[in-house]
């Protein structure tokens, strides 16, 4: 929005600069929310477009920003001009203020779902020292539960019970934890011809 507002106000500066500046904001959040519906996630769908319309209104807002401070308005039409601009001006920071409550909730519903995922990877090591994790979806809901699904493989014979982890995450997180887990035994054979 500021490259672009700048581009528009001052004729020397490169015209492909605020483009690209602006289709590197708005391209690939909106090409994820296509790719996302596609295969049904909607979920992670509504958190890209949320991020796509976060930087469309950002780049408004900013835009206005440098457009009014670089006096654009011709000298005719500022009141008018300025009068526009404010009430612009005021309708983006409203909507820019409203999309960001529902990205800040989700942005920290994210940091704190891949701090439990850390607090799970630690506790794995410990509860089965040969297991080694091939997926792990850790949940932390707003419910007060904790889901843990885990796939591990593991060279032990005989795996651990999933109750001893989902105790020692519970202890960690301080909530009921949830635990699913698949096993997948790894062998190993191993021979020196003579």
Same mark, same amino acid.
């Given at each position: ?50 991020? $796509?319309?976060?930087?469309? $209104? ?57 701090? $439990? ?78």
């Amino acid at each position: 929005g500021l490259a672009g507002g700048y581009g528009l106000t001052h004729p020397r500066a490169s015209s492909s600069l605020p483009g690209v500046a602006i289709a590197v904001a708005l391209v690939p959040p909106l090409a994820t929310v296509g790719i996302l519906i596609q295969i049904g996630a909607l979920s992670q769908a509504g958190g890209a477009f949320l991020l $796509f319309l976060t930087n469309l $209104f950002a780049i408004i807002l900013s835009a206005i920003v440098v457009m009014v401070l670089s006096g654009f308005v011709p000298p005719e039409v500022r009141l008018q001009g300025f009068r526009n601009a404010r009430i612009g001006l005021i309708v983006s920071a409203v909507v820019l203020l409203a999309i960001a409550v529902p990205l800040t909730i989700h942005t920290v519903g994210v940091i704190q779902d891949q701090r $439990f995922a850390q607090v799970v990877t630690v506790e794995v090591a410990t509860w089965d020292p040969n297991a080694e994790i091939e997926r792990l979806v850790a949940d932390l809901q707003p419910n007060g539960l904790a889901q843990v699904d885990l796939t591990v493989s593991t060279t032990s014979s005989a795996p651990q019970p999933s109750w001893k982890l989902a105790e020692a995450v519970s202890q960690r997180v301080g909530r009921a934890v949830d635990v699913s887990v698949r096993y997948r035994l790894e062998v190993t054979d191993e021979s020196t011809s003579g």
